[in-house]
């Protein structure tokens, strides 16, 4: 016999593992845009709590520094691993993240559907027992990280 089986599958398992291969790329890279689209959701409510937060110190006329510099911080380490996830992508990849809208679907937003303000969501913050909204990073009471 001239055919060669055992180079037949050797060839065989090669192509198998080329395909495996390329599926743990394409999981890898699914996950690190999926990480990313999480970042940045997260970076929207921390950039909207923040400016809940100044708009009703202001409205207060409060200050309470600490806790703005807490959410900026926040901010910052979100908006610098959202820039490490996306120097991991190729630029197409980048991309395709930049087009996906995080906020899609999500018609919370809507003004014309804002629910009144009557009943508060329900979380109290663990520290000092402060009714919070449910998208707040910290306390605003007490600044506890939420
Ligand atoms: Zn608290």
Sequence with gaps: M??????????????????????????EKGKTQAKILNNQAKLMRAQRQLGALVYSLAKGNEENQPLVDKYIDIIGSIEQEI????????????????????????????????????????????????????DALFCNRCGAQL
């Design 83 to 134: 820039a490490q996830l996306k120097a991991s992508l190729t630029p197409a990849e980048a991309a395709e993240v930049e087009s996906i809208d995080p906020e899609e679907g999500s018609p919370e937003d809507v003004m014309e559907q804002q629910e009144p303000q009557a009943e508060p969501s329900g979380t109290c913050c663990p520290q000092c027992g402060a009714p919070v909204d449910g």
């Design 2 to 27: 001239a055919m060669d089986l055992n180079k037949l599958r050797e060839k065989g398992l090669e192509y198998v593992e080329m395909g495996k291969n390329a599926a743990i790329d394409l999981t």
